[in-house]
């Protein structure tokens, strides 16, 4: 037998295998001393871990290049990651938590290396009423952090923070955390640390249970036990040297390897004791048996495990750190394990091997005997049956929702998480994860066209479903400027020329008063006339009596009176008149320099052009400011200076006539003086009676005008009150979100009260604007995605056809990580399911020399994994309600489908050991002979990642789950049903194109009554 045994094996695979044969001593030896050496003399695997991870994302990921670009036009250009620091106090935030506040401030500006900005509202009015709550509980700092999430540096500064604040004087009853994305990260590391020794502990004590219960020797068990203990100090050893000599590991690294290492270490330990066993029944001495083993199972065990370090080795080629970081230590620790089964392990067992014990012999009965008997008299039900219960589980997989949520990822108890916590219920849903986009112009946008285009953007993406809130330089406060819209501008110019109407209206009754005084004046001038005329020729008349005269003189001064007031009357009517109209002129100028500028605006601004409603305003706003600039202010200075020219005129006259009934009252005194002075009279009443005559022909051609006057006035007060209506109706029009007017001049940016808005959306230079988004769900939901993106190309389309059409879009924030995320995982599982695939393809080709068992076996082993994440979806987001976290799916398909491969190459190598010859009672032998084997491997491999269910962080939980759940559907119903079924229906075609050969021992039809016995 031992000489049939080495001529069947490879020779040099065969010599590695036997090599713990050969020299049992010093590979034990050698083994452990390596396990002791790596143990004692390197640091622990968790603190190298700590040291030695990788960032999140790729540093040239979209989210972190617009990061980069958004602190070096804003902040200090160092900035990698943001820290919240938040504080609370339940009954209301004292003057001791501000000041702890500050003191935080000042500590953390002092650490320019650890920290390079700090956002806070000390000292900043406008940034207080956003960083504290409305309820005056809690209030929130922001520290931009010098390390990239995820990096070694960022869990020294998260712990560094957190000394920090735990040295501040918090009053009694109030608490801090510090919280963000490289917090959650360090407390999801802290928590897979420690659940690593939990794991140990639990796989360790399921696997002792499960092995007393396969072989009920504690021998056996010893020997797998010490081999795993070996291997998985080996392992980690080897891990921790390649971490301090710079390969990069995952938070997830400890976890994994040791699951992998006690499932697969244990697994090859069974496949090599069972052999030994079955070949020690058979009646072969203790070293032949191990021999047979090492070498009959040996050259399986390489290709399942070389299967499992090629898929692991696949992850090294991803982008996100979770997987490029597990991958490659994945295949170190397989490649370990493997090698201390196939030397250590047969050197233990040439030393232990009678204690070890025989195989009994299947019992024709037994539960495998039936299951082999089945599978060989009915394949096609079987199959059936097999596939069915793998689509129905496999059904539910399109319903997964991702998650990349690292809040539920974690027990909610975590300080990072409780921070979350505080915030979300003292602020606005998401106001402390807003999204930003920034647009980056090649010139400055700090002009009145390239606002209004930043305007547009600003409710493009307010438009976009699910968005709450936009802020921008446009609309600082989350809603647009009202100054700055035309409409509001069209309503304060109507209202200008709604006064101006008023104000002529008003003006209307002493303009008829004035009308009227005119009238009385030129009666009353008529009647001086009449009076001096006929004084003129009482002086004829003179010397026949005094008497006559004295009457005469009487009635000429109470003429002369009586035109002194009228005229004293038209003086001040004129003068209000002028008044009125130079204020109404002045008004109007005020209104006609307005138009002019907005006319001037909406000529430059193309939008308005586009828009028909604000083309056609334009138009009637230029025909208004033409009639008013060329018609209406020269009429009314004209107007204003005739008024004005009348109220001189009129108080020279006024101040005459009081003169003159001076004079006459005098004349009517002296009686006496009259003869002498009665050739001046003459002289003086002819001149009276011309000029009064004149005066009362002025007076009375006055009158005319002021009514001419009157009616202008009118038609300027309707025109104004029709102008008003006009562009009332234009502002209903235009203020609407469809007109989309708005006009902001560029030196409103240097207001002081505008100072925290610019500096807050606007760099120094002007060239890049910063738009802050908040939406109404998660962000880091599908929702949330979907949000992201749709905003990004909402702003991307708004700026097409303006001048900012050639200006860059890019987007950061919470939502930009799950989006970066999103991305980066489907570009690695389509990299990671291809390549996986066709390396597992491969290997079963070149394991089994054949083309037509392979893509069975390999579409059995996608089924069985598309399965077993239907049913981890149908468990943990159907039933429990949690969504499926991102990183499961890869690694779960990466480890089912090597392992998977592991047991196909098992047993599709046990039925080639028969030539190429193959029958149903073939497959039925060798079903009944390897079944124990398969399940209990597959049962210990399950049981080391059910440990996982004892974590309490959800990603291993839920990894744990499904690669249990595969491995248990792959080893009862693929392994035990569904290959062997494909098999014998197949028989002899398996092996295709491969000649066939029939073992000269075996003959088929032998095996066919055998079976069917």
């Not at 500064?157 to 735990?166: P, S």
């Not at 003086?684 to 009375?700: H, K, W």
Request: glycine content about 8%; overall charge neutral; some cysteine.
């Amino acid at each position: 037998m031992e000489a049939s045994v080495n001529a069947g094996a490879p020779g040099r695979l065969a010599r590695l295998c036997t090599a713990g044969i050969r020299f049992p001593r010093l590979v034990v030896v050698g083994w452990l001393v390596a396990a002791a050496a790596v143990t004692l003399g390197l640091p622990s695997l968790p603190s190298v871990v700590e040291r030695s991870s990788a960032a999140f994302l790729p540093e040239d990921a979209p989210t972190l290049t617009a990061l980069h670009d958004m602190d070096e036009a804003f902040g200090s250009g160092r900035t990698e990651s943001f820290a919240y620091i938040v504080f609370r106090n339940e009954n209301g935030l004292s003057a001791a938590d501000t000041l702890a506040y500050r003191d935080l401030v000042r500590t953390l500006g002092a650490n320019q290396e650890r920290v390079s900005e700090v956002q806070h509202f000390v000292g900043n009015k406008d940034a207080r009423r956003h960083l504290v709550s409305k309820d005056g509980q809690a209030a929130y700092l922001v520290a931009g952090l010098t390390s990239g999430i995820g990096s070694p540096d960022s869990e020294q500064d998260i712990h560094w923070l957190r000394e920090r604040v735990a040295d501040l004087s918090v009053p009694r009853g109030s608490s801090a955390y510090v919280t963000g994305d490289p917090a959650m990260i360090t407390d999801l590391t802290t928590e897979v640390n420690e659940a690593s020794v939990r794991i140990t502990v639990v796989s360790g004590l399921l696997l002792v249970i499960i092995l007393l219960i396969i072989y009920r020797r504690v021998t056996t068990v010893l020997v797998s036990l010490v081999s795993i203990g070996v291997a998985l100090a080996c392992a980690r050893g080897v891990l921790a040297w390649a971490g301090m000599q710079g390969m990069s590991l995952s938070t997830y690294t400890d976890a994994f390897v040791t699951a992998i290492v006690l499932g697969a270490g244990t697994d090859y330990c069974v496949f090599l004791i069972s052999r030994f066993r079955e070949a020690y029944g058979r009646g072969v001495d203790a070293l032949p048996a191990v021999e047979e083993a090492a070498t009959r199972v040996g050259p399986a065990l390489v290709a399942s495990a070389g299967t499992v370090i090629l898929a692991a080795i696949c992850l090294g080629f991803t982008k996100l750190a979770i997987f490029s970081t597990t991958g490659p230590p994945m295949a170190i620790c397989v490649a370990v394990t493997v090698a201390v089964s196939l030397t250590f392990t047969p050197a233990l067992m040439v030393w232990f091997g009678p204690r070890i014990g025989p195989a009994r012999t299947p019992a024709p009965t037994s539960a495998w005997s039936r299951v082999g008997r089945l599978v060989a008299r009915r394949p096609v039900r079987v199959l059936v049956a097999g596939t069915a219960v793998l689509v129905v589980l496999a059904a539910f997989l399109p319903t997964m929702v991702i998650s990349y949520d690292q809040r539920n990822s974690q027990p909610p108890d975590t300080p990072s998480n409780k921070g979350l916590a505080v915030l979300e219920d003292h602020f606005p849903r998401n106001e402390t994860l807003p999204d930003y986009l920034l647009l980056e112009s090649t010139h400055d946008m700090r002009n009145s066209k390239d606002l209004a285009v930043l305007n547009e953007v600003s409710r493009a993406v307010a438009k976009v479903d699910g968005v709450s809130s936009v802020r921008s330089i446009t609309q600082p406060a989350g809603e647009p400027l009202e100054p700055a819209s035309i409409a509001r501008q069209l309503k304060r110019l109507a209202t200008g020329l709604g006064r101006a109407s008023d104000g002529l209206e008003e003006g209307q009754p002493d303009l008829e008063r004035l009308s009227s005084g005119s009238a009385q004046l030129a009666d009353a001038i008529s009647r001086v006339a009449d009076g001096a005329g006929r004084a003129q020729g009482g002086a004829d008349r003179l010397a026949n009596g005094t008497s006559d005269l004295a009457n005469g003189l009487g009635r000429a001064t109470e003429g002369t009176r009586d035109a002194a007031h009228g005229a004293r009357q038209l003086q001040t009517g004129a003068a209000a008149l002028a008044t009125g109209i130079q204020t109404a002129h002045d008004q109007v100028t005020v209104v006609v320099s307005s138009i002019g500028l907005i006319v001037q605006a909406l000529d430059r601004d193309l939008l308005c052009t586009a828009d028909p409603i604000c083309r056609r305003s334009r138009e009637g706003l230029a025909d208004i400011h033409r009639g008013m600039k060329d018609e209406l202010l020269p009429g009314l200075q004209e107007a204003a200076n005739g008024a004005n020219l009348i109220a001189r005129k009129q108080g020279s006259l006024a101040d005459g006539l009081n003169d003159l009934a001076s004079g006459l009252s005098q004349a009517e005194r002296g009686a006496d003086r009259i003869t002498e002075g009665q050739r001046l009279l003459r002289t003086r009443l002819g001149q009276m009676a011309d000029g009064t005559s004149q005066i009362a022909e002025n007076a009375e051609a006055f009158a005319p005008g002021i009514k001419d006057l009157i009616r202008q006035t009118k038609e300027l007060a309707q025109n104004l009150e029709t102008s008003e209506s006009y562009l009332r109706t234009v502002n209903r029009q235009a203020d609407t979100p469809e007109a989309g007017g708005f006009y902001l001049p560029a030196s409103a940016l240097d207001d002081q009260r505008f100072a925290y808005a610019r500096s807050v959306f606007l760099s120094p230079d002007g060239r890049v604007a910063r738009i802050q988004v908040t939406g109404d769900s998660d962000p880091l939901s599908p929702d949330g995605l979907r949000r992201f993106e749709e905003s990004q190309a909402a702003a991307e389309n708004a700026l097409n056809r303006t001048r900012l059409e050639g200006a860059t879009v890019s987007g950061t924030g919470a939502a930009g990580l799950g989006a970066d995320l999103n991305r980066y995982l489907y570009e690695d599982a389509k990299l990671v399911l291809a390549a996986v695939l066709l390396i597992v393809l491969l290997l079963l080709i070149i394991a089994l020399r054949s083309l037509a068992a392979p893509l069975y076996l390999l579409a059995s082993v996608a089924l069985s994994c598309a399965a077993a994440l239907g049913l981890t979806t149908l468990v943990f987001q159907g039933i429990l309600g949690h969504d499926i976290q991102f990183a499961v799916p890869v690694i779960t398909f990466v480890l089912l489908v090597a392992v998977g491969a592991d047991y196909n190459i098992l047993l599709m190598s046990r039925m080639r050991e028969n030539g190429t010859t193959l029958t149903r009672g073939a497959v039925a032998e060798a079903v009944t002979l390897t079944g124990p084997v398969i399940t209990s491997a597959g049962i210990i491999f399950a049981s080391t990642f059910i440990a996982l269910l004892t974590s309490p962080v959800v990603t291993l939980v839920e990894t744990g789950f499904a690669v249990a759940a595969g491995l248990l559907l792959d080893t009862f119903v693929v392994r035990s049903l569904i290959v062997p079924a494909c098999a014998a229906l197949l028989e002899d075609h398996n092996w295709w194109p491969a000649r066939q050969i029939q073992n000269p021992g075996l003959k088929g039809t032998q095996i066919r009554k055998a079976s069917s016995a």
